[in-house]
Nanobody
Framework: QVQLVESGGGLVQPGGSLRLSCAAS????????IGWFRQAPGKEREFVAA????????YYADSVKGRFTISRDDAKNTMYLQMDSLKPDDTAVYYC???????????????WGQGTQVTVSS
């Protein structure tokens, strides 16, 4: 069992930055792939980024590549999503999730946080 809690969301102006955190608890957390997803009103949940066990490999959606950076600190059981050059289209609820396999599909993730709202607006 893995429990995930996101934090760090908020209101930011276009071009600004935010860093989301995902604190994890549970056994063997470091064995899990961690993904970030987002869901805007009226839209399906979409993949944002993922990081493999031990952080050796990262994956990004084309829409965020070059602007967002995913990382993890297994010693602190915490993952991060650094978001730079934010755009109004990035507005959504952001979720972290855990899976035993790398995937861009939400259905492959077994554990989810409650989400944190990110709003990009002037």
């Amino acid at each position: 069992q893995v429990q995930l809690v996101e934090s760090g969301g908020g209101l930011v102006q276009p071009g600004g930055s935010l860093r989301l955190s995902c604190a994890a608890s549970g056994r063997a957390f470091s064995k899990y792939v961690i993904g970030w997803f987002r869901q805007a009103p009226g839209k399906e949940r979409e993949f944002v980024a993922a990081i493999s066990w031990r952080g050796g490999t990262t994956y990004y959606a084309d829409s965020v590549k070059g602007r967002f950076t995913i990382s993890r600190d297994d010693a602190k059981n915490t993952m991060y999503l650094q978001m730079d050059s934010l755009k109004p289209d990035d507005t959504a609820v952001y979720y972290c999730a855990a899976s035993l396999q790398i995937s861009r599909s939400p259905s492959r993730y077994d554990y989810w946080g409650q989400g944190t709202q990110v709003t990009v607006s002037s």
